[in-house]
């Protein structure tokens, strides 16, 4: 049986009694709601507001998923009350005493907060100074006075296992002590260890759009789902969490962040890309997304063919191609319209003039098919009174007929037969007039030009892009497919021929920004008016610079208007001192304007290994050893990145019946530790206690941008151990000078 031993501190029996009081109150709490809800507290339990709900059951209905989420976070709680004590006197005022928690805890019978939330006003003493002096926004104003205790614990359950008072060097070594971690499967909240620069951004104003340049490991992203949290605390009479979006790189890294949030109280955010985005917009008229890595063809291709694709990929992701599609649209929507007017039976229903009034300026609130259908509505009245006119007209013509045959004819079966016959021939012709009526409308959308995405994109593409666009383009059209550079223009033309479905989003988080295209921002912008932006990236990791960008210029002006705020974070808290400094030297030689030399937190370990060998077959032995002492070692989770998929297969086939290896694909959507075996395409954004750069050679990694940019990204991966093995001679890109 395990023995608990009460930490050695003057204050240990008090804080352990403190401990005890506040799990109990947690557990009334919990107990309370229980039985108010008839839901357990470990139960899961979402709430769900049908949408036909009337206004009395919505109330009902949002106070019950209130009190589950309560309930969901105070069996939180009692796994782990809080994490923080601080005592504070304000200016003449009495002394406060305040307990910080991951979720509030409030005593019902007292109204008293009993733990303070993480993101509560008053938490800002805890992440924003040392004792002494401080200050902090509340909602009556700033408070002043002076921080006289700042006391980390480690709580679980009701067991206080460790306590120290905070300095400069304690609060170091308690920071230290939890980077040092070996790393899990997920990434994981950091309330405990979020720091003064990363609590500026999580407390950034919600009414400001907010670009985060971070250096490798500086935690962008949990910072960004911290702010999310953050967000729905401070302003959770009015923001809900379905009013949030987060868009990822890829399904892999939204796997690898996945426990983030829930582990920070928060559900029900959308999680998707930039591709799944767009592909529930244009719902039924999505074309097929040609699953292809760009980053990996630029990895295996020369470094010409990395141009020619990189004037492409710039052209598709530019805001000038998202004005030319769009003055296309303008344009096209009068072209496809009948150029002689709507005529039937000789009958002009609408004149050109007329057609171009109703469907240019009456109808152009809607999309094009939407407006092709309400001009069928008009067709269909207009149709209708002509059809009468023409039916009355010959029903005119038939009595004048049957008048004169009565008066010329004697009354007989001849003259009864010629009758019917006549009205007859009236009847079959009216029905004819009807049946046409019906025909025409039945033809009428063919009087337009096909409308489907396809086709007017490859209409737009052969009139005015280059022929480079054209070629890099139009063959995979011609197999019903697109690649997702072509996205942001098929929502373009999807908004103007079909619309788009609206959501009424508050803010959006968008992670390793810097691969996404002015036009893919501007779309977002423009599609979304009521929301704001955090966007967390870094411009030396800007591998995708081709479909992305290069200077975040590129959107405060012309996408924001310049109403955007750009903060910097330059401390790393991922890699030891020792592979940041290396990591450093490689970033150095083509560095990027503006960037900031990334200043790791003192956290030191073992120098990163660099071997050259002789030959492949010596490198891959020298793998395959450094791999097994890893797994002995008791790492969990260790990468062996190739610069390329194909030396990813090759590597997995040599190692697979001798370690618990797998290889990481493209579309794998579940991030799990252990062995991995990647190809450099897919790490960027990705953490692992241990990174071997499989081969970092000269002819693998010349003296190239793009490749200084990669092998920086592969480098910065690492928690705490980095060996860069090389056949032949090592990279100019790891020369000391």
Partial sequence: METYVLPQHPDSLAEAKHLAETCSIVQREIDKLEKDTGVGAEEERIVVVPADATMDEQVMMDIMRMKVDTLHNLARSRRQAYFAHLDFTPQGGEPETHYLGRWGVHDSSTLDVVVADWRSPVANLYYSGQVGPMDYEAPDGRVQGELTLKRMLTVERDRLLGLFDSGVVSQDAYLQGVLGAVSSDRLKEIVTTIQAEQNLVIRHPLQQNLIVQGVAGSGKTTIALHRIAWLLYAFRDTLRPEQMMILAPNPLFLSYISQVLPDLGVE????????????????????????????????????????????????????AMKQDVEAFLEGYQAEILPRSGLVFGGHVLYTPEEVQDIFLKQLRPFPLAQRIDELKKYIKRRLLQVAEAMKAAMDKMAQDRLTQLLSSMPDGEERRARARKLLQSRDDRMAEIDQRAKQYLKEFPGLFPDLSLLTVYRTYLTRHESQAVQEATLPLLDKKRVQAEDLAALCSICRAVYGLPKKALRHIVMDECQDFSPYQLALLHEHYPAATFTLVGDLMQGIHEDEGIRDYAQWISPVFGGSATLRQLVTSYRNTVEIMTLASRVAAKHPVPGQQTAQPVLRHGEEPEISVFSTDK???????????????????????????????????????????????????????????????????????????????????????PFLCRMLYVMMTRPLHRMRLLATGSLTPLLAEK
């Fill in 268 to 319: 029900r955010v959308i999680q998707t890309t930039f591709a799944g985005l767009c592909q529930e917009w244009m719902g039924k008229h999505a074309p097929k997304i040609q699953l292809v890595s760009r980053l990996e063809e630029k990895l295996s291709g020369s470094s010409e063919a990395r141009a020619a694709m990189g004037e492409v990929l710039r052209r598709k992701g530019s805001l």
């Fill in 618 to 704: 010596e490198r891959y032995a020298a793998l395959r050893k450094q791999a097994k002492a890893w797994l002995d070692e008791g790492y969990h989770t260790i990468a062996l990145i190739e610069k390329t998929r194909a030396g990813a297969e090759r590597l997995y086939k040599l190692l697979k019946n001798d370690l618990p290896v797998r290889l990481m694909k493209e579309d794998d959507a579940d991030y799990q530790g252990g062995l991995l075996i990647l190809p450099a395409a897919m790490v960027k954004g990705l953490e692992f206690d241990c990174v071997a750069v499989c081969n970092a050679n000269e002819a693998e990694f010349a003296d190239d």
